[in-house]
């Protein structure tokens, strides 16, 4: 409990300080320590509160980071509506951060939501097209690369070995634009507003404070 500890600490502090930016950030990090707790409660409650001020401040990259945490809340509880628009406004965010490893986990979470619609071949598609970035691979953590490799095995014995490969085949073929935009198309092919995740009016923008990214 000592990292939840100082992260609650250190939320407080940010907030006494009025810095919004660094509020998000430090929140982030106290929403995967909850996580590591198994308290998804108060991970969603960090991440709403985290992306609330990611708004307001106009940072896009820390926006997408509270957004994707919070698909995983909604997939881990099997709240396929609710991940499929906070994954589809992260995937426009990335369009234009080409993130590398946070378009790699919006990949993997779009695959989840392939499989939950009844699309096995589709779900293969993404895991594939991230299995062949060496480069998306180097920067996940140990863990994310043992679930991914974890889903291509059950995708495997699932599919059979040949629909599998044809599948697969396909995502290693798609471009660094072309994986997220296949990913887009699944979870939501349409925009629409993303509501403000507290229920609450939006925060004002405050011009002069932060930028994009």
């Known amino acids: 409990m000592r990292a939840v500890a100082l992260g609650e600490a250190a939320v407080a502090t940010l907030r006494r300080l009025g810095d919004p930016r ?15 707790h198994g308290d998804e409660a108060r991970v969603t409650t960090a991440l709403e509160e985290a992306l609330a001020l990611y708004r307001w401040v ?20 099997g709240e396929v509506e609710r991940a499929r628009p906070l994954l589809g406004a992260g995937l426009r965010f990335l369009r234009t951060l080409g993130a590398e490893r946070a378009t790699a986990d919006a990949l993997l979470k ?6 939950a619609l009844g699309e096995p071949e589709r779900a293969v598609q993404l895991l594939g097209s991230v299995v062949d970035r060496a480069a998306a691979r180097r920067l996940m953590s140990p ?10 095995a ?33 979870v ?10 507290t229920g609450r009016r939006p925060l004002p923008r405050r011009a002069g404070v932060g930028g994009a990214g």
Request: hydrophobic share 55%.
């Open 143 to 152: 863990a994310e690369r043992d679930g991914l490799d974890r889903d291509l």
């Open 110 to 115: 779009s695959a989840r939501v392939a499989a």
């Open 22 to 36: 660094n509020t998000g950030l430090a929140l982030v990090i106290l929403a995967d320590a909850y996580l590591g």
């Open 58 to 77: 106009e940072s896009d990259d820390g926006a997408t980071d509270a957004l994707l945490g919070l698909a995983t809340v909604a997939l881990n509880r």
């Open 154 to 186: 059950a995708w495997r014995a699932l599919l059979g070995a040949a629909a599998f490969e044809v599948a697969a085949a396909a995502g290693r073929r798609l471009t660094s634009a072309e994986a997220p935009a296949e990913a887009l198309a699944i």
């Open 188 to 197: 939501q092919p349409s925009p629409v507003p993303l509501p403000d995740a």
